[in-house]
């Protein structure tokens, strides 16, 4: 039970749940990609939302896994509409894959909930020679994002319902290194910190979506982007922090949230009526919030969008 659980303005806290900020919610007219989706506040949000009546295409990196969630979500909500579908976003070439499959499939698209992630691992390139956690956390989702933008603004203007951009950034984001992102020293391993190599790739998942933010709304598109902090969570992504992880175990209970609560924000920023219209947003504990300074930096959001755009090309 998470510590602290003062109610914000939106009515919710730190100790809401997925399924209570999004009670009394039907939106059965719309489809949802989750990335990350077979396990922690990605497989709970991919529930919660097929609850409510979403399609979920749940983008996963282990197939197996993803088929078990789909079946446990199936089971307890016969009329869940779920599929999954193999995406490893540290690799280029299955984003692209996944995106081709996913638009040719000829579904709309109403919700992209940016969730997968990887924590302070140790210094590893990607396939496409990125570092890992930026690769993964940022990169893939950047690409991913940029491959169905057309998709989901076809789907806007022809359901006349407003499209919604979810990253799932951290409040670790504070953390990055000094500069906030090292444009010119991603794959530099001889300065790497894991944890702050990790809080960089929160900080593009904020400026990404503050970026995306103010050009959609520069092109008159009813498509909202936000970032959200989840809470701290008792999930796998600690697995690389072997002290840390001990601590999470023993103290996680009291300290943290659990999965229902940690996938909150994210359920209420994909699906709450209050949500409507707010775009470019940092939201926790299913309020809005207030990125660091570096988070709120306009001219560091268009650096990293142009860079990012430089490394997908």
């Known amino acids: 039970m998470w510590l602290f659980s003062r109610k914000g303005p939106s009515g919710f806290s730190s100790s809401s749940t997925a399924e209570e900020v999004t009670q009394g919610i039907d939106v059965t007219a719309l489809t949802a990609i989750v990335t990350g989706a077979s396990s922690g506040i990605g497989a709970e949000t991919a529930r919660v939302l097929a609850l409510r009546g979403v399609h979920v295409v749940m983008g996963v990196r282990n197939v197996a896994a993803g088929r078990d969630v789909k079946e446990a979500i199936v089971k307890e909500i016969p009329t869940a ?19 081709s499959d996913f638009i040719s499939s000829g579904r709309p698209l109403n919700l992209l909930i940016n969730n997968a992630g990887i924590m302070s691992t140790p210094f590893m390139l990607s396939k496409d020679n990125i570092e890992l956690q930026f690769a993964t956390n940022h990169i893939g989702h950047f690409l ?12 806007a203007m022809a359901s006349k319902i407003e499209g919604r951009i979810i990253n799932v950034s951290s409040e670790a ?28 790739s929160k900080l593009a998942n904020v400026l ?7 050009r959609l709304k520069e092109d008159g598109v009813d498509i909202t982007a936000n970032s959200l902090h989840p ?8 697995r690389h922090m072997r002290l840390v992880g001990g601590l999470v175990n023993i103290f996680g209970k009291i300290a943290l949230k659990n999965v229902q609560q940690g996938a909150a924000t994210t359920c209420y920023v994909a699906l709450h009526p209050q949500v409507k219209g707010k775009s470019g947003e940092y939201f926790n504990d299913s309020n ?13 959001a268009k650096k990293l969008w ?3 755009m430089k490394m997908v090309k």
């Not at 991913?144 to 789907?155: E, G, I, P, R, V």
């Not at 809005?288 to 560091?300: D, P, Y």
């Open 81 to 99: 509409k779920v599929d999954a579908m193999e995406l490893d976003l540290s690799s280029m070439a299955s984003v692209r894959k996944f995106a």
């Open 144 to 155: 991913l994002t940029h491959l169905l933008l057309d998709t989901m603004k076809k789907t």
């Open 173 to 200: 984001h504070r953390y990055t290194y000094k500069e906030g992102i090292r444009f010119d020293e991603i794959n530099d391993q001889s300065g790497y910190s894991s944890f702050a190599a990790y809080a960089q």
């Open 208 to 214: 990404h979506a503050n970026e995306l933010a103010r």
């Open 231 to 238: 809470g701290g969570i008792v999930t796998n992504l600690f």
């Open 288 to 300: 809005i919030g207030k990125a660091s300074a570096h988070g709120m930096n306009v001219e560091l």
């Open 306 to 308: 142009d860079f990012s």
